[in-house]
């Protein structure tokens, strides 16, 4: 099909050319020389990244899934009783990981399109005067239901009862694109892949793990190997790492780093915050409900929209790709069929942005749902105008 094709789904995200530029390189030595002034640019900006002095980077050659291990299974042993928070399909995935080694989840049920509720952490943990909870899990933004929660407001319910519980974050979805302070917070491990606002391609974890994390990894048992990140740590330090890395990601990550600082964090949130809301306006011209019923918890990284009755996610999906040359996300878990998923994070601008609602407009058109043509469209542009007229300008990464 001619023209580009729009991937605007949740992750992975659309890689800049800058980047591919900076892999498009020679496989170079992962013991030779360039390692360690590379490693040390990278480690160096992503703490600025996850806006962090005192959290310790660790990168693995795997996906985000595999960074959600590493932060379970050097943390906890089997037998620790651990709070969760069922919100959405990946969240309940982090509860599954837990409960895969042995650990005992008290897992809340919640209904999808909401937050973790900070009043029902600090219920929980005041009741547990023992301190039986070693963890709790919480996911940042919930990618299959555009929903951020308020991580700030856990960590003061998790003070406000003096418990020591480790605060194990999933970062996935929000990192470098929605604000998120590991030291301010109080955060203990945090995790992210490279495939959404980081803008590479799908390969490699980023954990940051903080001082009380990495002591608690010493006096664990769980079996581990590959994901233990103290040889990694060690090896870190000196530059290099303790198996052969994925070293063309790496370049491509420096430069992800370089452009991310560049354009300055307020600028990029920003940017996203921007985004988002053209989306979210078009959503409801379209008179279509967004799954995040709580404004204040609305993902600046995607936007879930539900269907009406009788329509199929999937065939919006399919009409999207096959005609149109548009990827959108669709419904995961229980809300398959049910809701399409919008991705607006990463390497993105307005017009880019316009593009897919257009085209999600025309997609939604083709599949039966009353949609008048344009409105979508024209309620995202007039959102952008507002902010060019009122002097807010709005970057590329590109």
């Known amino acids: 099909m001619p023209g580009r094709h729009f991937l605007q789904i949740p992750g992975p995200t659309n890689v800049p050319e800058r980047i591919l530029g900076a892999m498009h390189r020679p496989v170079p030595d992962h013991r030779g020389p360039e390692l360690p002034a590379l490693l040390s640019e990278i480690v160096a900006g992503l703490r600025k990244i996850f806006q962090t002095t005192r959290g310790e980077i660790v990168l693995f050659p795997t996906s985000g899934t595999g960074g959600l291990e590493a932060s379970i299974v050097n943390t906890l042993n089997a037998g620790d009783l651990v709070l969760a928070f069922n919100i959405g399909q990946f969240s309940h995935a982090y509860t599954e990981t837990a409960r895969s080694f042995g650990m005992q989840v008290d897992e809340v049920e919640l209904p999808w399109g909401q937050g973790v509720p900070a009043d029902l952490v600090h219920d929980r943990l005041i009741r547990d005067t023992a301190h039986n909870y070693k963890a709790v899990l919480v996911v940042h933004n919930e990618t299959s239901t555009g929903v951020t929660s308020d991580v700030r407001a856990v960590r003061e319910a998790i003070n406000a009862v003096h418990h020591p519980a480790l605060l194990l974050v999933d970062t996935v979805s929000s990192l ?47 079996p581990r190997f590959f994901f233990d990140w103290r040889p990694i740590l060690a090896e870190m330090k000196r530059g290099y790492f303790p198996f052969t890395p994925a070293t063309l990601m790496l370049y491509g990550l420096r430069e992800a780093v370089r452009m991310l600082l560049e354009e300055g964090l307020p600028g990029v949130f920003g940017r996203h915050r921007n985004l988002a809301e ?25 936007t879930a929209v539900e269907l009406p009755e009788g329509i199929d996610s999937d065939e919006v999906l399919r009409v999207a790709q096959d005609v149109l040359n548009l990827s959108l996300g669709g419904g995961l878990g229980r809300l398959k069929g049910r809701v399409i998923r919008i991705g607006h994070l990463g390497a993105l601008n307005e017009l880019e942005v316009l593009a897919t609602v257009a085209g999600t407009e025309m997609a939604l058109q083709m599949v039966g749902v009353r949609v008048d043509p344009g409105v979508g469209a024209r309620a995202c542009e007039q959102w952008f105008m507002q902010g060019h007229l009122a002097g807010r300008r709005v970057g590329s990464p590109r």
């Open 176 to 222: 470098a694109s929605i604000e998120f302070l590991f030291d301010e917070w109080s955060v203990d491990v945090a995790v992210a892949g490279t495939q959404k606002g980081l803008m590479l391609p799908p390969g490699m974890a980023v954990v940051c793990a903080g001082p009380r994390a990495i002591a608690a990894s010493a006096q664990v048992n769980t």
């Open 278 to 302: 053209g989306v979210r306006r078009a959503v409801r011209a379209w008179n279509l409900p967004i799954l995040c019923r709580n404004p204040a918890e609305y993902s600046n990284s995607l």
